[in-house]
C-alpha cells in the first residue's frame, strides 16, 4: 500500500501544468490555462487548469481531479501506476507500507529485456518472407504491422542467443520469454509464430502474443504471469487505440490479436482484446475511465456466448449510469477480420451502433432459460436474476433493471427487493420532522468555496459543527480528515482524498465555482464572514424553535436545561 503521506507530498512536488500539457496543449488565460477538453468532443476550450489550486476541471463534461487523477484518467492507468508514474517524473521512489498483498517490484532492466526481445523479433519478420506474406494474406500493410510491433519468431530452439548478450540470465526465465527445463536447459517459448508486443499504457513492453502460421496448437501462445504482466489487468491494443477510444468515446473489445489489428487496418482503430483470459472487472473499470461505450464483439459459436456472458456478469459491479455497455454477435462464420473484409467498415460500425445492450442481453438470456407462463418459470427467473441484480451499484440501472425482472416474475419492485434482502432504490421517503435549520444552502455553499481555496481553514470551525444536507456533510467530513492529517495539507491533496466517495461530486462543484475567483480573492475574510452569518442563523433558528414550544407562555413552558439554553442563546445577540 501507498502511505497516505507520501501522496500528499507527491502531489506539493508537482505542477498539474506541466503534468497535463504532457498529454495536451494548454493555453494561459486570465490565472489559469485552458484546453479543448480531452475527455469529450468539444470545439471551444471548456476545460481549465489552475495553477496555484492545483486542480482541473471542464465546465463541459464535469472531468475533474488532481494531477494524479488526470493520468489516470487520460492514460487509463489505476492509481498505483499513476502513483509510480508521476514519482518518477520528479525523481522520487514510492515507499510501500506493510500490507498482506505481496508487492512485486520491477527491475528496468526487465523492461529493456523485453524491448530487446521486440527489436530482434521485428528484424527477423523483415527477413522472412514466408511470414511477410502471411501478414499480406490477411490483408495487413507495413504500416499498420509497424503501428503495432509484429515481428516474427524463428522455427529454433533458442533465437534469443542473438538478441541477449546471455541466454544464461535469469531474467529470461523471469519474463517468460525462455523456458528452463530439467537440468537446467533452456530453449525460447515462442517459436516459428507472428508476435505481438503487448504494451502497457506507458508504451513499454510487458509480453507477447504468438500466432501459429500454419497449422499447430496452441494457435494463440501467450506470456505467462510476470512480474510485468498480469493478464487480468492489461488489454491488447488499448496503448495504440486510446487516442481513437477518446475521439469515438466507444471502444469494442474483441476475441484476438489479428481482430484488432485486422480493425486497425479497416480504419476501426478503437479496438483491444483480452489476453488469453475473460474480461475482467479491472478491464471494465479501465474501459469505462475512457469512453462512454464498451461494445463486447464476440464470435456467435458457443464459445464468444459463454465470454460474452462472463464479461456481463464481471461488467455489472462496474456499471456507471449515462455508460453504455452493448454486446454484438457476428455470425458464425464470421470474426470481426472477415466480416469487416467481406462487408465493409460502414456496415459494421452499423452493427455495432445496433448492438445489443447490457439489459436487453441480460433479460433476453434470463427469460430464455425459464417459461414465464409458470409460476415454477417464474421462480426460477427471480431466483437466477438475483445474483446479477444484487451485484449492480449503478442506481438509475438497478432500479430499471429491478423493474423490468419485477414485472417479468409478475412481483413488485418491493416484493423483489425485500426477497432478495436488498437495499431498496426510490423507496417513498417519509416527511421528515422539522428541524432547526442550521443554514442557508447559499451560505454553505460560500463555505465549501472557501475550504476548497484553503482547506486548512477547516480548523477553525467549531468542535461541535453540525450542518444539514451534503454541502454540510461534506464540510464536517473535510474537518475530520484534517483532524487526523498532517499539519500542512493542501487543495489538491484534499481533492485527491474525497475522489470516489460521496462527498467527490460537491466538492466537485465547488472546483468549478472557485476557478472564477481572482488571485487577490481574501479567502480568509470572506470564510470568516460566512461562518459568523452561518452561527447567527443558527442561534435564530434554534431560539425559533424555543419560542414555538413556549407557545406565548413564559420561560415555565420549557424544562429547566431548555431555559438554560434559551438565556445562553439570548446573551449571544447581544454581545
Given amino acids: 500500500m501507498i502511505p497516505k503521506s507520501f501522496v500528499q507530498d507527491l502531489l506539493n512536488r508537482l505542477d498539474i501544468v506541466d503534468v497535463v500539457e504532457r498529454y495536451v496543449p494548454l493555453k494561459k488565460a486570465g490565472a489559469n490555462f485552458v484546453a479543448c477538453c480531452p475527455f469529450h468532443n468539444e470545439k471551444s476550450p471548456s476545460f481549465t487548469v489552475s495553477q496555484s489550486k492545483q486542480f482541473y476541471h471542464c465546465f463541459g463534461c464535469g472531468a475533474h481531479g488532481t494531477a494524479i487523477g488526470f493520468v489516470m484518467e487520460h492514460a487509463g492507468m489505476g492509481f498505483v501506476e499513476a502513483v509510480e508514474d508521476l514519482a518518477k517524473s520528479v525523481g522520487i521512489s514510492v515507499p510501500q507500507e506493510a500490507s498482506n498483498v505481496p508487492q512485486h517490484k520491477v527491475a528496468p532492466d526487465l523492461y529493456d529485456l523485453m524491448q530487446s ?184 459459436d458457443r464459445a464468444g456466448q459463454k465470454a460474452a456472458w462472463r464479461a456481463l456478469e464481471n461488467a455489472l459491479p462496474q456499471l456507471v449510469d449515462g455508460k453504455r455497455l452493448g454486446f454484438l454477435f457476428l455470425p458464425e462464420e464470421h470474426d470481426p477480420d472477415t466480416y469487416i473484409r467481406e462487408y465493409g467498415t460502414e456496415a459494421f460500425e452499423h452493427e ?58 409478475g412481483v413488485t419492485q418491493a416484493e423483489l427487493e425485500a426477497l432478495y434482502s436488498i437495499k431498496p432504490i426510490a423507496a417513498p421517503q417519509r416527511a421528515a420532522p422539522p428541524k432547526a435549520k442550521r443554514s442557508t444552502p447559499s451560505g454553505l455553499r460560500t463555505l465549501l468555496r472557501c475550504l476548497v481555496m484553503r482547506p486548512e481553514l477547516a480548523r477553525e470551525l467549531p468542535g461541535d459543527w453540525q450542518a444539514e444536507g451534503t454541502e454540510g456533510a461534506a464540510v464536517g467530513a473535510l474537518a475530520d480528515w484534517l483532524r487526523e492529517s498532517a499539519d500542512e495539507t493542501s487543495t489538491a491533496a484534499m481533492i485527491q482524498h474525497f475522489q470516489g466517495t460521496i462527498h467527490e461530486a460537491v466538492f466537485a462543484v465547488a472546483q468549478g465555482d472557485v476557478m472564477q475567483w481572482g488571485e487577490d ?38 424544562s429547566e436545561q431548555e431555559r438554560a439554553r434559551y438565556l445562553q442563546l439570548l446573551q449571544r445577540g447581544q454581545a
Fill in 117 to 300: 526481445a521486440t527489436r530482434y523479433y521485428r528484424e527477423q519478420l523483415k527477413k522472412t518472407p514466408r511470414a511477410i506474406d502471411y501478414l499480406k494474406g490477411r490483408g495487413l500493410s507495413g504500416e499498420v504491422a509497424a503501428r503495432f510491433g509484429i515481428g516474427y519468431s524463428p522455427d529454433d530452439w533458442q533465437n534469443l542467443k542473438a538478441a541477449v548478450p546471455n541466454y544464461q540470465d535469469a531474467s529470461l526465465v523471469e519474463t517468460g520469454l525462455v523456458i528452463e527445463g530439467e537440468g537446467g536447459k533452456r530453449y525460447d517459448r515462442f517459436r516459428d509464430r507472428i508476435m505481438f508486443p503487448i504494451v502497457n499504457v506507458r508504451g513499454q513492453v510487458i509480453g507477447f502474443g504468438g500466432r501459429v502460421l500454419d497449422k499447430g496448437e496452441p494457435k494463440y501462445l501467450n506470456s505467462p504471469e510476470t512480474p510485468l504482466f498480469e493478464k487480468g489487468h492489461e488489454l491488447y491494443g488499448l496503448y495504440q487505440a486510446q487516442k481513437a477510444i477518446r475521439a469515438q468515446q466507444r471502444v469494442i473489445v474483441v476475441e484476438g490479436y489479428m481482430d484488432v489489428v485486422a480493425l486497425a487496418q479497416s480504419g476501426v482503430e478503437y479496438a483491444v482484446a483480452t489476453l488469453g483470459t475473460a474480461t475482467t472487472p479491472h478491464h471494465v473499470q479501465k474501459l469505462l475511465r475512457l469512453c462512454d461505450q464498451i461494445v463486447f464483439c464476440f464470435d456467435g
Fill in 352 to 409: 455495432l451502433d445496433n448492438s445489443l445492450p447490457l439489459s436487453g442481453y441480460l433479460l433476453r438470456e434470463l427469460t430464455a432459460q425459464v417459461d414465464l407462463h409458470t409460476q415454477e418459470g417464474r421462480s426460477s427467473l427471480l431466483k437466477n436474476a438475483q445474483p446479477l441484480l444484487s451485484a449492480i451499484t449503478a442506481p438509475t440501472t438497478a432500479l430499471l433493471l429491478r423493474k423490468e425482472v419485477a414485472a417479468l416474475a
Fill in 521 to 558: 480573492f481574501d479567502v480568509a475574510a470572506e470564510f470568516a464572514g460566512t461562518l459568523d452569518k452561518l452561527r447567527e442563523e443558527t442561534r435564530k433558528a434554534e431560539l425559533d424553535t424555543l419560542h414555538a414550544k413556549m407557545q406565548g407562555k413564559d420561560l415555565k413552558a420549557l
